[in-house]
């Protein structure tokens, strides 16, 4: 039997093109689940990496997250828009990135109650039932029509067997007051 050389290590043996291609993976994942910085920073390890292959493809997914990452940091022209971005990225389900975004609003605009009551959704999307009554419970405090929009709101569904949540939407008829269900002052006069 004649000597033969030991065979060469085959292309997807060699660790350091393995843990190239897991990043890459890892990167297009993250990036399909709008985590623009983690992928960022996952293709910009696959940048020195052995394969030119996967280089191409990395820099071109790294020109997606930076894109992406610019216009997120772009400014917003009012509170709604921006609002309605946090919204957008709750419903594309980037929770993290929508709290975010949500707290950073709650921060500037106290007395907003739709920012409230997105915070108070998006708690409740992620099963944190006491937080969600609580920000629902001033958005409502702020505007009582929140109470009625609660009432078929279908991201309130994980709370809607708890009697609390029962509670906070279908008070004791002394507190449903048209103050309290408009949000606004009555003079306790019917108008005709």
């Not at 772009?74 to 929508?98: C, M, Q, R, V, W």
């Not at 921060?107 to 998006?122: C, E």
């Not at 409502?140 to 009432?151: D, K, S």
Request: aromatic letters at 8%.
């Amino acid at each position: 039997m004649p000597n033969q050389p030991a065979p060469k290590p085959s292309f997807v043996q060699d660790p350091h093109l393995q843990q190239t291609i897991q990043n890459y993976e890892a990167g297009l994942k993250a990036l399909h689940e709008r985590k623009f910085d983690k992928a960022k920073a996952l293709f910009e390890k696959v940048l020195a990496g052995p394969s030119k292959e996967l280089t191409d493809r990395a820099t071109v997914n790294l020109s997606i997250c930076n894109q992406n990452l610019n216009r997120a940091g772009t400014s917003f022209k009012s509170p709604e828009e921006h609002y309605d971005y946090a919204i957008s990225l709750s419903n594309s389900g980037d929770y993290e990135a929508s709290r975010s975004h949500l707290e950073k609003l709650q921060k500037q605009y106290p007395t907003a109650d739709y920012v409230w009551y997105g915070l108070a959704a998006l708690d409740s999307l992620q099963g944190r039932a006491v937080e969600a009554m609580k920000n629902l419970e001033q958005a409502i405090r702020l505007n009582g029509a929140n109470r009625i929009q609660a009432r078929n709101d279908a991201d309130f569904q994980g709370l809607f067997d708890d009697p609390r949540f029962t509670e906070l939407l279908y008070p004791e008829s002394g507190d449903d007051s048209p103050e309290s269900r408009y949000g606004g002052r009555s003079s306790g006069k019917l108008i005709s």
